[in-house]
C-alpha cells in the first residue's frame, strides 16, 4: 500500500509561483510513476505532469508547459511541482498519483493507482 499526502498549495496573485510537495509512504518501491492531477469546480480532472522514478523521464500537459517543473527526491520519498507564472485559470485542487508498474498513459488518471487528498492552489488576478 502506498499513501500520498500533498502540501504547499494557496493563494497567489497572478504571475506569482507555488511549490507543491507530495510525500509518498508505504511501499514506495512499488511506485514505478508518479503524477499531477488537477480538477476545477464543474471541470474534469486534467493531467498537469508526470515523471518516471527510473531515467527521469517527464511529462507535461501543454497548459503548463514551460510554467510548471515536476521534480522528485528519491531520498524523501517526495515528488514536487514548481508552479511559475501562475494565471488565474491554474485554480484547481491538486492531486499527486502514483501508478505501481511500467508501460501504460501517464496523462491518464486510470492510469494511476493510488492518490492523494488534494491541496488547493487559487490563483487571483
Known amino acids: 500500500q502506498v499513501q500520498l499526502v500533498e502540501s504547499g498549495g494557496g493563494l497567489v496573485q497572478a504571475g506569482g509561483s507555488l511549490r507543491l510537495s507530495c510525500a509518498a509512504s508505504g511501499r514506495t518501491f512499488s511506485s514505478y510513476r508518479m503524477g499531477w492531477f488537477r480538477q476545477a469546480p464543474g471541470k474534469a480532472r486534467e493531467f498537469v505532469a508526470a515523471i518516471r522514478w527510473t531515467g527521469g523521464t517527464t511529462y507535461y500537459a501543454d497548459s503548463v508547459k514551460g510554467r510548471f517543473t515536476i521534480s522528485g527526491d528519491a531520498a524523501k520519498s517526495t515528488v514536487y511541482l514548481q508552479m511559475n507564472s501562475l494565471k488565474p485559470e491554474d485554480t484547481a485542487v491538486y492531486y499527486c498519483?502514483?501508478?505501481?508498474?511500467?508501460?501504460?498513459?501517464?496523462?491518464?488518471?486510470?492510469?494511476?493507482?493510488?492518490w492523494g487528498q488534494g491541496t488547493q492552489v487559487t490563483v487571483s488576478s
Open positions: 498519483a502514483a501508478r505501481t508498474s511500467g508501460w501504460g498513459a501517464p496523462r491518464a488518471p486510470d492510469d494511476y493507482d493510488y
